[in-house]
């Protein structure tokens, strides 16, 4: 089948969804990979609604892409035309220099990530060979995610190709997150980024720099944690001196990466909450995750979700189980609008926990069976 017929499919499956209650989510994610497919310009802007899953810089394998597609496809009632026979077809019939935005949107789309990296396991000589840094990059996070060690030939090639000291960062990133979620191997990702701070530290400052030392620091306290140093929040207290730097020297001289920093903060602050947690001091991570709350609101407010998430958990572990669910709720319809589906499952789990510890056992129930039936939160149930 041609990329026409994929894309013709979509456009099927446009009309069928039309007054459908859909996520808000999905027209944006169904636009892109459609003009991908056709080869027309990809949309100006792009929202957190369709996530650069394959460029996660934890190598996370994402459940939601799937089960927002396979919902969807559900309500129109069609069958699945990407298969993996489908999709190793499209990647091979897709150009080296366009195969990044194809890997791209498959995943985006249909959350296909075993029939992605089994293609790129097939063709990894050849992904080494002629792929361009972006390729690299996109096949060896969606590899990793798949626990693959290839992943790490992958970014190392992407890393010998960078042209630029952050991108060469970005794939050593990768790499060494694999080696400590995957392999096991705290050791050889400490050494990892030992080496990379030292080449960091040596480069001309930049907000780039600075942005890129803080996710070093943050990386480098999840291997502190395997490795019991008891260092890990020292490294985040580094991570935070790194963001505090970019927010007072660049915020004015290179914008964008500010605003990433500011994104990457609310990250950084949910991991020292979970640090508190862990030692039991579940007022210690409210206190945290409530002024992380009120920076994402600030200043990253495409990820006010997480943050509203996370807090809502904190305040459930503290006791405070009106709060928990009022603050869960809010979490929701932001899940809601970006397709946030670990996110919807998350926060109603929460609020379902709340209403028993409140003594709500069939508003719990309710929202039980509320959950299990729309999963996307596009029923029109609500929370």
Known sequence: MSNKYYASFLSKLIS???????????????????????????PASRSVAAPYFVTDLGVRKFADPAIFYREHLKEAAFEDPFTDEAISQILTNTTIELLADFIDVLILFTGSYSAVAQW???????????APYPCLINAGTVAAAMENPISLQLFERASELSTNINDKYGAEHRAAA?????????????????????KLNEAEPSAKTQLDLALLANLKALADIDLDTGNESVSLSQAEE?????????????????SRGVRYRS??????????????NYAGACQILSRNVDDARNGA???????????????????????ALET????????????????IRMVREIGIA????????????????????????????GF
């Open 16 to 42: 069928a969804l039309e007054g459908a209650p859909v996520s808000p989510a999905f027209w944006e994610r169904v636009n892109l990979t459609q003009a991908v497919l056709l080869g027309h310009p990809k």
């Open 120 to 130: 790129v396991d097939v063709n990894i000589e050849k992904l080494i060979s002629n």
């Open 178 to 198: 694999f080696e400590i979620k995957r392999m096991h191997s705290p050791e050889k990702a400490m050494q990892r980024l030992n080496a990379c701070a030292n």
């Open 242 to 258: 790194k963001l505090t730097l970019l927010n007072n020297e660049f915020r004015i001289s290179d914008t964008d990466t500010y």
């Open 267 to 280: 990250q950084i602050a949910i991991n020292r909450a979970q640090i508190e947690v862990s030692s039991g």
């Open 301 to 323: 407010y495409d990820y006010l979700s997480e943050a509203l998430g996370e807090y809502a958990y904190s305040l459930f572990l503290n006791g405070e189980y009106e709060k």
């Open 328 to 343: 869960a709720r809010e979490a929701f319809w932001h899940n809601y609008c970006i397709g946030g589906v670990s996110g």
């Open 354 to 381: 709340s209403l028993v510890k409140m003594g709500s056992a069939e508003k719990a129930e309710e929202l039980c069976s509320v959950s299990e039936t729309d999963l996307i939160g596009s029923k029109g149930y």
